[in-house]
């Protein structure tokens, strides 16, 4: 029975821990075959070993799991003492955003460890099943009377497996036990929300409500002292959680963003070497490179506005204190544009920003929190005055600003100026709630406004480099529509900066996430009739779409026509319809794109397809028709842009082939749309299909009494002096009869000027008269015989 087949997890069959089988379906293998299999095994269980050993990222989670239970539980207490103390909103959404941010990080935790724990059990029933095939050839090996080797042997793989599946089973159980401890924390993380949520609710509600002393109030002086102490506690946990989330940061972030800082400064200070350059070469520049001359102003800008991606799970602390270190540098760069007698009003609101960023810290000293805000309130709304006041005098000069931009200014700052003063009227009357939310969120709005301004500012200068640096700066087509794609560029970074401005104002009234959910309602709400339903936001993605492609296919056309063709040697007309093939294949492609975002099943456009051969057979039959000698004109190229043709009575340059119709313009000036149809349908004479080359015939008569050959010889020379005249076809004169009153002859050459063929003829028909002049032949003058008859006589001889 030594042939008996045996179930091995052969490593044949079986592989590594990486997600493949560690053993075979049970296919039996015979008794000679255990000690290579064993072998096998002995390699699949090691490396089954460090396969389920948790990697660095796991490790890293299970080490600060019971550090991060033990401070979720003081910060769920530290929550719950804050509610109870009724704090104002813009701290509500501290509090409620921190917390966001924790449960972001334990779902991300959890979804690592559920991963891995499944791998994990996953390895455990293959160590299962691979010990069950190895207890089974033990049976058969002993009931066949293998050797005692063979046994110890097999003992021993047996003894290896009980081994790896202990200490799988010991990670699994670990696993398991992270796990369950995650939850627990995701539990606490829900709970706080939910609180969050439910005082915030509750405080919306009661949001018109009077709930604080009059300003008027000695309570409010003497509690806003006694909390002085309280408030300075606050600010010192608030240093200490931003030096402990910065410290967190330090092994991943931090660098990154050190890093994108350097390269920053170092691209703003080559654009600063160069903008002296440009502007040289360009004075009208001066507003885009202005923000090199503030290179490490610039980068810091640009830094702080790519925080929240970079720190995507940050506290709404540590954004704080990136938008404080952000306030130096915004001031820097909008203060060129701000005259010397306002630019104080620019550091007023910077040194507000700062006191406000204190004041939002502050949790449990309520009435000190309130006296400061009053104070913020007032001083802004005095600074506001004083900057309409001035603009009003015409004190501030906005270079770049157009009068609509000016109006729009104008307009934010009374709206500012009536939030601050609203804020402090209602704060005063102890209506706190409602006044911290209109003054808090206007003071945001106009920080966010001279943030973003800023960074607007920074891109431009940012575009107008690379506008003007390789590559793209030596491209032709960048240098012929730099302008074009610079007012481009700063028109969409302005509606993109406005849009942000607009979403952070709402975020810091609170309202940004209700507006957001109602304008993603609206959207995505279904509209039509039947079976055709559509929405909103579909078709606004439809037309940016078609937008886009439109956008695309000019600019790579641009690019071919300059920077493309020029380098490569095409036939004459190729270059053109190859660019406009492009451009078809573009607006066609991003058409189909804009059908499939609207929702579209593309599979039914042979449905569109009939229904337009049914319009094309009923009413588009002469537009197609044109299209499609537009599409024979591009690649069998008869003519060309730049050819003189002759057809239906037109004649003059083709200066454009459209889809439709050919651009032709005449002699005299005017353009004339040739139907595409008519250039293939009818004859077409093509001046300078294969050359530029044309025969000028000069008619010349002169009088009677001439020699011929001399008259000829005399034409024939004239034509040979000429400069522009060919010498081969070499230019002739010949003698065509006798006219009435002259002897006929023709001046007959070539040249390759084409366009000055008539100045050529102008300059021969000059030269023939001096030339017949000199040689004193005359020219023809017409003659008649006139006979008189009288009544009583033969008629008279003429004289």
Known sequence: MLGLVLLAAGAGHAQTGSGQPLADSGEPVQLSEIAARAADVRALLENLDSATTPGKDVQAILDALPALSNELRVRLEQTRAALETSPPLPVLEQVGATWDATRGKLRAWNEVLTQWTSRVEQERGRLASLRESWVRSREAAAAAGAPKVVLDQVDGILAGINAARTRVETRLSALLVAQYRLAQLQRRGDEAVARIAQVRADRLRRLGERDGPPLWSRGLWAGALGQAAAAARDVRIAEQTVVAEVAQQHGTRVPLHALLFVILVTLLWRGR??????????????????????????????????????????????????????????????????????????????????????????????????????????????????????????????????????????????????????????????????????????????????????????????????????????????????????????????????????????????????????????????????????????????????????????????LLAEDVFPRVQLAKGLPLALSLLVQYVLVFGGFTLALAALGMDLTKLTILAGALGVGVGLGLQSLVNNFASGLILLFERPIHVGDVVQITGVSGEVRHIGARATLVRTADGAEVFIPNSQLIAQTVTNWTYSDLRRRIVLPVKVAYGAVPRRVTELLTGVAVKHSQVFDEPAPGAVFLGFGENSLDFELRAWTDRFGDAEAIQSQLADSVYSALTDAQIELPVPRRDVRVWTADSSPRRPE
């Open 273 to 558: 070497r160069a903008a002296r350059r440009w502007t040289k070469d360009d004075p009208s520049i001066g507003s885009v490179i202005g923000v090199f001359r503030r290179p490490i102003s610039s980068a810091l800008v640009l830094a702080c506005f790519a925080a929240p991606w970079i720190y995507s799970n940050a506290t709404p602390v540590l954004l704080r204190v990136v938008a404080l270190v952000a306030i130096v540098p915004v001031g820097r760069l909008i203060r060129p544009s701000l005259d010397r007698s306002v630019a104080a009003a620019l550091y007023v609101f910077g040194a507000l920003f700062v006191v406000d960023a204190i004041r939002s810290v502050i949790v449990t000293a309520p009435l000190f929190e309130h006296m400061i805000f009053l104070g913020e309130m007032l001083v802004a709304s005095a600074a506001t005055l004083w900057v309409l006041i001035a603009r009003r005098r015409q004190v501030i000069t906005l270079p770049s600003a157009d009068a609509m931009e000016a109006a729009a200014l104008r307009f934010v700052g009374r709206l500012l100026l009536g939030a601050f003063a609203a804020a402090f009227l209602l704060g005063g009357l102890g209506y706190v709630e409602l006044g911290r939310l209109v003054g808090g969120g206007a003071l945001g709005s106009a920080y966010f406004g001279l943030a973003i301004l800023a960074a607007v500012q920074v891109a431009k200068g940012l575009v107008g480099l690379l506008l003007r640096s390789r590559p793209l700066g030596f491209l032709a087509s960048v240098q012929i529509a730099r302008a074009v794609l610079e007012r481009r560029v700063v028109r969409v970074l302005r509606w993109v900066g406005v849009l942000a401005w607009i979403a952070a104002t709402l975020d810091a009234l609170t309202l940004l996430p209700g507006v957001a959910s109602a304008a993603r309602t609206a959207l995505t709400t279904q509209w039509g009739w039947g079976a055709i339903r559509i929405s909103p936001g579909e078709v606004l993605v439809f037309a940016l779409t078609i937008w886009v492609s439109f956008m695309l296919s000019a600019a790579v056309r641009l």
